[in-house]
Structure formats: structure tokens, C-alpha cells
């Protein structure tokens, strides 16, 4: 079946360094989108990508869209404790209405 | 956007047991969603709730076992039925708010003992 495997796992920096989480699709996704799940929390919505090669950014967020559609990155420059948590990528499978989250990058930002 | 209440927020319970997990939001939807996080995992998709029909159920995941009600557009409830170990998770219900995701709501932290 479809598989959105994001990678690293765990992440451990030191605040300010940057950090990426790469997700990966085995199928065509309509769309991206991020969401970041503080410990004990409930995942948030950051950002939506749909087209081929987009890039957007919030503040020290750059999100990116591959080409093929496949895959994805979250890049946060110079981290800050309050970027602990738990990202997770998740899009539509293109051609259906099936909605599918990858399996989160667990970000540890030590001070 | 939308805000969606959930209750109770967490729970111990008994095998065996039966809790039901309520979700109130402040505006009409017609799609409401359930999914189950187990600890340190992804969201998994248990159903898809639509007001005046039954919910449609994920793969592994089955009416008798969590049953699902959808009285109106604006609130919805899972049940976790026979409650076992494997069952405790988050459980949290989310709707979609289109180019902006879904919302969901602060989770139920279920403990089976």
C-alpha cells in the first residue's frame, strides 16, 4: 500500500543549528502538507505545497515540493527550543481522495 | 477556522470496558474524522464520519469495535468498545479545512489496564 516514510526518525541539535526532515512517497501526492505536534499536543497545521518544485517559506520554515511530486522537505534554520516536536508531512494520493501521514521526524532542540 | 472540542481529554480504564470519546465543533461540517496515534507513531485513520450515514472504516478497523455517531453537522462520538492494552492510545477526531489542512481536536490520551 501507499507509504509516506520521513527521515530521520529522531533528531537531536543544538539550539541553533539548522535542522531538515525529508519525506518520502511511494506514490504521486496531489498535495503536501506539514504539521508540527508539540509533546502532549495535538498535530497543527503548518503550511500546504501543491505544485511541482514549490518552496515556501515561513520565517525560519522553508518547506519544498519535489518535482515528481514524491517528496518533500522541512528545513528550519538556526532552531530554537521552541521547535521541539514532532513534524509530520501528510498529502493526498494523487488520483484518489486518500489522505496519508508520513511517520514523523521527533525534533530535540538542547540549550 | 473551525475549533473542535474533545472530551475527555484522557482516561484509565478497565479491559473489558467501554469509553466513548465526544467531539463538539463550533460550526457545521459534513466530514468528521477519527484517527488513532499510538504512542510515539504516526495518525492512523480509523473512520470517516458523514452526518446521515453510517461512518466509512479504514482497513483493520471494524463498526463492532468502535462504533461511531454523527447525530448532527456539529458533533460526533467514538466509542472504544471491549476495551485490551493494545488499545490505549490518542485518540483524536480532526476536520478538514481545505488549503489549510485539518484541524483536530486536543486528543483523548486512553490508558487500558
Known amino acids: 500500500g501507499q507509504q509516506v516514510m520521513q527521515i530521520p526518525q529522531y533528531q537531536h541539535v543544538q539550539e541553533g543549528e539548522d535542522f531538515t526532515t525529508y519525506c518520502n512517497s511511494s506514490?504521486?501526492?496531489?498535495?503536501i502538507q506539514w504539521y508540527k505536534q508539540r509533546p502532549g499536543g495535538h498535530p497543527v497545521f503548518l503550511i500546504q505545497l501543491v505544485k511541482s518544485g514549490e518552496v515556501k517559506k515561513q520565517k525560519r520554515l522553508t518547506f519544498q515540493f519535489g518535482e515528481a511530486k514524491k517528496n518533500s522537505s522541512l528545513h528550519i534554520t538556526a532552531t530554537q527550543t521552541t521547535d521541539v516536536g514532532t513534524y509530520f508531512c501528510?498529502?493526498?494520493?494523487?488520483?484518489?481522495?486518500?489522505?496519508?501521514f508520513g511517520t514523523g521526524t521527533r525534533l530535540k532542540v538542547l540549550a | 477556522s473551525a475549533v473542535i472540542s474533545q472530551k475527555p481529554s484522557r482516561d484509565i480504564c478497565q479491559r473489558g470496558t467501554s469509553l466513548t470519546i465526544q467531539c463538539q465543533v463550533d460550526?457545521?461540517?459534513?466530514?468528521m474524522f477519527w484517527y488513532r496515534q499510538q504512542p510515539g507513531q504516526s495518525l492512523t485513520l480509523i473512520a470517516t464520519a458523514n452526518q446521515g450515514s453510517e461512518a466509512t472504516y479504514e482497513s483493520g478497523f471494524v463498526i463492532d469495535k468502535f462504533p461511531i455517531s454523527r447525530p448532527n453537522l456539529t458533533f460526533s462520538t467514538l466509542t472504544v468498545s471491549n476495551m485490551s492494552p493494545e488499545d490505549s492510545s490518542i485518540y483524536l477526531c480532526?476536520?478538514?479545512?481545505?488549503?489549510?489542512?485539518?484541524?483536530f481536536g486536543s486528543g483523548t490520551r486512553l490508558t487500558v489496564v
Open positions: 480532526s476536520l478538514s479545512v481545505g488549503d489549510y489542512g485539518y484541524t
Open positions: 501528510a498529502g493526498i494520493v494523487s488520483g484518489t481522495y486518500k489522505y496519508i
Open positions: 506514490t504521486t501526492l496531489s498535495n
Open positions: 460550526s457545521q461540517v459534513t466530514m
